[in-house]
């Protein structure tokens, strides 16, 4: 009876062990990217009658996601978790009209929960390339402000796909690192009043991984 018993409490330890090594965390964090074409503002200032206009886009961001991974097969995981892909802004200076000074500011920004399945393929017994197709619940935020106007801020939350390759190395039996890019498209709206406009973010990141 004690030798059944401490076989099944042998059996179930092992279990729950080998059940527990198939999860994993992972935090990352790097620069975030976003193409923006800052003739389209220069643009849209001279139709209404703005000169001198002198303008600056920054496109460049820090991002970071935190994710909980299941390894549900040697070669497939499933992850989920939060992405922050950071902001991105195209700002004017011009003379208005009335020959006066002026300045405008739209500022964008983006984040999210999201779920997508990895694809890894082993290229050793500690480094593997990897593949995810995922989709992420992706929140934009846009900030427009003008001189001597109000400013307005609107907001847009739909579910987008995104995709990314990378590459990971096992620095040990629980921890790890990986190196990845990701691309989200088409995330926020084109509505006339409330729209965000539509972005498309990059987001190369390093990140370290963690067993348990």
Known sequence: M???LALTLAL????????ASDFYVVGSVGRSYEKI???IGDTDLALFGMTNIRSS???VDTGYKLQLGWRFHKNFAVEGGWVDLGKTNYAANFTTPFATPASALAEWKASGFNIGV???LPLSDSFS???????IDAKVEA?????GFPTVVTKATTWKSNFGVGAAYELNQHF??????????NLGNDQTVTGTGIHDFDLLSVGVVAKF
Do not use: H
């Not at 179930?12 to 059940?19: C, I, K, L, Q, R």
């Not at 790890?176 to 498209?185: I, K, L």
């Open 129 to 135: 390339i990897f593949g995810r197709l995922g989709w």
């Open 57 to 59: 886009v920054d496109e």
């Open 176 to 185: 790890g690192v990986r190196v990845e890019w990701e691309r989200f498209n």
């Open 12 to 19: 179930a330890v092992g279990a729950s062990t080998a059940f």
């Open 37 to 39: 074409d800052g003739s």
């Open 2 to 4: 004690k030798y059944k």
């Open 118 to 120: 990895v694809g890894s």
């Open 143 to 147: 900030t427009f402000g003008s001189t």
